[in-house]
């Protein structure tokens, strides 16, 4: 133990050790290695660890042997000097291209199904986390993502904007070459283009009846330059989706278009009450909302009951808050929607699935009170598209319409979906009349009455095939020159019906079980307003002149004023709606 801690304090200690000599300088040094070894035994084990371990660094390889009670072994010098290593360097890698915005790029289209290839345009890049994140409690919404990617927000040209996303950079094709495009084509995804066997046409009359059979957006070249302005202007203001998603009842749904939400809402999952449409962004509220919320239906009056399908009438005027959430709620899948918060001349059929729990919204229509048009809104969520719930609401509109005694048509312009389901419904009414009247000649008129149809919507559907007809010739005697016509050749029914023209709906209206009726009828209402025009034309008498008018009531008060209708002013005298959130 002595040699031991002597080959540990002093150098070569272990030499003197086996070679056994014995002097006054080892006496000496053997009485100052004992009294150093009485202090380090006084220190505590882990320090005499530590000491020892950095004794034994000092002295180099040797002391491990010495440690082990194994003879020392001298290497060497060749074998312990160390080869210098090969330093590589590496070459400076050049910065990676970006792509540029506003331009065409092949991309990778990554899909449940598949990958494809597709041609799109960057409409904007940022540094944003791959996932939207989702606020868990009230602490989660100041903390910042961490994990932020620079990521492309694109445009495919062969599909609707509902398929906008955004993608990371490893799926831009950056040095793949892409076709340029003619000045008047027109693009059809390749599906479309095999089914109708069509090429690249490029005259306008061609281009609007592919876009009316195909039922394809528009092309700004096409329209007037007003309209073009504002559809260019529309594009600029809502081409970047600010909602990824949204939770309703038990579906999380992926937007489709941007929504007016809030500014703290954006760039979150929304989460939605499907009972009274209160959203928030943080899903603790949400939860706690859902074991508190007392309503169980829509708010209004049921008005048609049939199998596990109602439908509830509620008032934009009286259910102001209700009506706005559904507005915001459908522009995340509707592109071309301007009604959001000014709903109180509107009435909302809400469309619900009941079950032991409660009614579960679907879908709605709304439609605007005193309008020639008995339709203005229609939308059916996507998890419950397909199951004919369009066209039972566009049978319920006409059917509302035909009570109040007057002809409806929808709102223009329709939707590409809505567009789809009307133009599907209008051909099966009207082949329910061609199948009565086959072989005849019939007017736009007479069909308008017969079907409850307008006649410009039957007028559109027709001339898809080129079945209506104005005759201006002078010659014809026995025609109107103002009226359409259509000649029911028996060949024409035949080839509607071989091509499924006017298939039949999976769900028909059961009109004895809508109890709904109008208050007042159009032509009732119609008189009564010409009465009022006719007193107020009348000359007032003298002494009505001589009187003072009234003074006109402000804004902020008085009749109609912002705060007696619910809306609440700022310091500036601008008007803002109060927020549909959940505390």
């Not at 961490?146 to 904007?161: A, K």
């Not at 566009?394 to 389901?421: A, F, N």
């Not at 010659?475 to 091509?499: G, M, T």
């Amino acid at each position: 133990m002595s040699g031991k801690r002597r080959r540990l304090n002093t150098q070569g200690s272990s030499e003197s050790s086996e070679k056994g000599g014995g002097g006054a300088k080892e006496s000496s040094s053997q009485e100052e290695n004992c009294e150093k070894r009485a202090k380090i035994d006084e220190k505590p084990e882990s320090l005499m660890n530590l000491g020892a371990a950095a004794e034994a660094d000092s002295e180099g390889p040797t002391s491990s042997g010495a440690e082990s009670g194994a003879p020392e072994s001298t290497a060497p010098e060749s074998s312990t000097k160390k080869e210098p290593e090969e330093v590589t360097v590496e070459p400076k890698s050049e910065p990676q291209a970006l792509p540029e915005l506003n331009k065409r790029y092949m991309v990778e289209k990554i899909s449940p199904e598949k990958i494809e290839n597709q041609v799109a345009v960057i409409l904007h890049m940022e540094m944003r986390p791959q996932v939207p994140r989702v606020l868990l409690n009230d602490d989660d919404e100041g903390k910042e993502d961490e994990q932020l990617q620079l990521m492309f927000y694109v445009h495919y040209e062969q599909l609707d904007r509902r398929n906008d996303e955004w993608i990371v950079l490893e799926q831009i094709k950056l040095n793949e070459p892409v076709k340029p495009i003619a000045e008047n084509e027109i693009i059809i995804p390749e599906e479309l283009r095999q089914e109708g066997g069509l090429n690249n046409i490029t005259t306008r009359s061609v281009r609007r009846q592919l876009e009316e059979h195909f039922h394809l957006q528009p092309n700004n070249s096409t329209m007037d330059a007003t309209t073009a302005r504002l559809e260019r202007e529309h594009e600029e203001r809502t081409k970047i989706k600010n909602i990824p998603r949204i939770t309703i009842g038990a579906y999380t749904i992926n937007s489709w278009y941007y929504s007016p939400f809030p500014k703290f809402c954006e760039n979150h999952e929304i989460f939605m009450c499907e009972y009274c449409l209160a959203y928030t962004p943080h899903k603790s509220r949400a939860k706690s909302h859902l074991q508190t919320c007392k309503l169980r239906q829509p708010p209004g009056n049921e008005i048609y009951r049939k199998d596990n399908l109602s439908v509830y009438e509620v008032d934009g005027h009286t259910q102001k808050l209700y009506c706005q959430c559904l507005c915001l709620l459908s522009k995340l899948f509707m592109d071309h929607k301007t009604l959001y918060f000014d709903v109180d001349d509107f009435m909302f059929y809400v469309l619900c699935e009941t079950d032991s729990k409660g009614a579960h919204i679907v879908g709605y229509f709304s439609r605007e009170v005193e309008s020639l048009n008995n339709l203005a809104c229609i939308m059916i969520f996507p998890p419950f598209q397909k199951n004919g719930y369009g066209k039972l609401l566009i049978q319920l509109s006409y059917e509302l319409s035909k009570r109040e005694g007057y002809i409806g048509t929808p709102e223009k312009p329709l939707s590409d979906l809505g567009k789809v389901s009307y133009r599907s419904y209008w051909w099966w009414v009207l082949i329910k009349q061609f199948k009565t009247h086959v072989g005849h000649t019939v007017t736009g008129t007479f069909l308008s009455h017969e079907t409850g149809l307008a006649v410009p919507d039957i007028i559109s559907t027709l001339s898809t095939m080129r079945l209506g007809k104005k005759y201006k010739d002078i010659a014809e005697p026995d025609f109107d020159p103002n009226e359409w016509y259509c000649r029911l050749h028996p060949k024409i029914l035949e080839h509607c019906l071989d091509h499924d023209y006017g298939k039949k709906p999976s769900l028909i209206l059961d009109k004895s079980k809508v109890r709904w009726a109008p208050a007042v009828t159009r032509y009732e209402m119609e008189r009564r307003r010409q009465k009022e025009q006719k007193k107020a034309g009348r000359r007032p008498s003298k002494s009505s002149q001589a009187n003072t008018p009234l003074a006109t009531p402000t804004l902020d008060g008085g009749f109609g004023g912002f705060r007696e209708r619910g809306y609440a002013t700022d310091s500036a005298g601008t008007s803002s709606q109060a927020s549909p959130l959940i505390d």
